[in-house]
C-alpha cells in the first residue's frame, strides 16, 4: 500500500508545480522553461533524425544552448519540414510512440497530420491547460471537473459532465441541437466563434431564455462586435482561447479578457521577425512555439503562421504568465496581378471596422476580382458598405475590382472552420457542409 500513496503523492506535487507555475515570477518560470527545454533538445538530438540534421547543419549541439535565448541558435520550422519526410525521420525511434495523432483542418492551404503529446494530456494536466479561467475563478479546485460543459466540434470525446454535440448536426438544424444544449444546463459553452454566432442567432430568434455561465470561443479569430453580440443575447461572459490542433492549448484569456495568458509551463512562445530573429517585446510578429513535453514528435521553433505580439507586463488580474495577442494568420494570402496580399494587410485595413463585423471572408473570384463578404454586426450600415469597399480599393488599387457583399453565413471548410482568405481561381474553395 505504502507505495502506490508515495506515488500519488508524488504526481500530486509534480501537478501542482505545473499547476500553479504561471502564478509565479518570470525568473521561476524562465528557468522552469530551460531546465525542460535542455532535456527535450538532449532527447530529440539522440532519438529524432530530423533534429539531429537541423542540428549538425547549424553546425550545434544541443548541449550548446544553455539558455532561452540560445535557442534562436536553431532555424525556425513549419508544416513544410515534416511534409513530405518518412515518419521515422521526425519521430522518436527509440521507443514505441505515444499520442494521438491529428490533422490540421488545412485553414492555411497546407492541412497537416501531426503526433500530438499525451505527455500533459491527462485528465488534471487537461483541465489545467484548457479550463485555466475555471480554476482561476475558484483556486481551491484544482480541475474544473464540477463544470458541465457543452462541446460543439467535429471530434466528439467522452468525458464526465460534458455534452458533446457534432459540429455538421447542429449547423443543419440548430433550433433542435440548441434545444438539445440548453436542456443540459451546461456551465460552459465551447466552439468556432461562426458557430457560436450562430448559437447566440438562434437564442435570440426564438427567444429562448437561457444563460450558461461562459461561453469559450477557439479555432477561429474572435472579433469585438461578435464578442459583444454573444454576450449581449446570452447575458454571460465570452472567454477566447488560441491553439493549434497539433500543439493544443497554447492561451487563455483571465478576467480582464486583455490578451491570453499563456500556457508557459508547457510551452515557449517567441515573436520574431522575417529573418526568425527575436523582435523586442511588445513588438509584432510571427509566433513561433517551442513545445517543451512532445518528445514523440517534437516541435521546435515552430511557424504557427500566425502574427501576434506578447508581453510580460503583470496583467490586472495579477497573474504573472506572458500574455500574447493574436493578430491573424499571415500564412494565407492572395496573388492580385504581380502582387503577393497576405491577410493580415487585410486585417490592418479592416481593423477600423472591426465593430461593426461579426464576420469577413476576402474572396478572389477572378483574376480582376475581389469579393469581400461581410456578416454585419448591429452596428454596421450602407455607409459602412461603401468605406470597406474604398478602403480594400486603395489596398489593392488597379489589381482588381472590389465589391461588398453583406450575408447571413459564410461557407465553412468541412472540419467546420471558415476561410479567411479564399482564392476560387485556384480551386481551393473547400466543401460546404452549411446550409445555404
Known sequence: ????????????????????????????????QTDRLRRLLVHAEKNVPLY????????????????????????????????????????????????QWVTTSGSS?????????????????????????????????????WARVAHIRVRPRERKNHLWIPLGAFLNNPRSLLQQIVDFKPDVVESFASVLYVLAREVDRYGIVWKPRYVVSGGE??????????????????????????????????????GLHINSESLIVEIVDESGASVPETN?????????FNTSMPFVRYDTGDRGHMSWARCACGLRAPRLWIEGRYSTFLQLGDQTFHHFYFSY???????????????????????????????????????????????????????????????RMPRGKSQVIVDETAGTQKPDILKQ
Open 221 to 258: 479569430q474572435l472579433s469585438p462586435a461578435g464578442r459583444l453580440f454573444i454576450e449581449n443575447t446570452l447575458g454571460c461572459e465570452v472567454y477566447n482561447r488560441y491553439g493549434l490542433e497539433e500543439l493544443g492549448t497554447v492561451g487563455v484569456e483571465c478576467m480582464q479578457h486583455d
Open 1 to 32: 500500500m505504502g507505495f502506490p500513496v508515495m506515488r500519488y503523492v508524488s504526481e500530486c506535487v509534480a501537478f501542482m508545480r505545473f499547476h500553479i507555475l504561471h502564478r509565479r515570477s518570470r525568473k521561476v518560470i524562465e528557468k522552469w
Open 349 to 411: 485595413t479592416l481593423k477600423p471596422f472591426k465593430n461593426q463585423i461579426l464576420q469577413y471572408q476576402v474572396v478572389k473570384r477572378a483574376e480582376n476580382d475581389l469579393l469581400i463578404r461581410i456578416i454585419p454586426g448591429s452596428a454596421f450600415g450602407d455607409e459602412t458598405t461603401v468605406a470597406i469597399q474604398k478602403e480594400i480599393a486603395n489596398l489593392v488599387k488597379e489589381t482588381a475590382s472590389v465589391r461588398v457583399e453583406c450575408v447571413a453565413e459564410i461557407k
Open 52 to 99: 539531429k540534421e537541423l542540428m549538425a547543419t547549424q553546425n550545434i549541439r544541443a548541449t550548446d544552448i544553455s539558455t532561452l535565448e540560445n535557442l534562436s541558435f536553431l532555424p525556425v520550422i513549419n508544416k513544410k519540414t515534416f511534409i513530405g519526410r518518412q515518419v521515422v525521420e521526425y519521430t522518436d525511434g527509440s521507443r514505441h510512440l505515444s499520442g
Open 284 to 292: 509584432h510578429g510571427r509566433v513561433i512555439i517551442t513545445d517543451l
Open 109 to 145: 492551404g497546407v492541412p497537416f497530420t501531426a503526433l500530438r503529446r499525451t505527455e500533459v494530456q491527462t485528465l488534471w494536466y487537461g483541465y489545467s491547460l484548457n479550463s485555466r479561467f475555471l480554476t482561476w475563478e475558484m483556486p481551491w479546485r484544482l480541475n474544473a471537473d
